[in-house]
């Protein structure tokens, strides 16, 4: 009988202790998914700004071809 108790006094205290972990780990769990959305959210900006950057030296080798091309006519 007393083992019986002993048992079940260390199955509950095992029990407290995976729920506390389980507790903590979806709360690490939840950090990190919101740490990963902010990454996206950086990731596609930067995107967003090299595609930018990109098209503005397009732009401006296009300008400066055209120049060399009218001098090189006259």
Not at 16 to 44: I, M
Request: glycine share 2%; net charge positive; charged share 35%.
């Amino acid at each position: 009988m007393i083992q019986a108790k002993r048992s079940a006094e260390t199955l509950a205290k095992d029990a407290a202790f995976a729920e506390k972990k389980l507790a903590s780990l979806k709360q690490k769990l939840s950090a990190a998914e919101q740490e990963v959305e902010v990454t996206r959210r950086k990731a596609e900006q930067a995107k967003i700004s090299m595609e930018q950057a990109t098209n503005r030296w397009k732009q401006a080798t296009d300008a400066l071809a055209n120049e060399w091309g009218k001098t090189e006519i006259k």
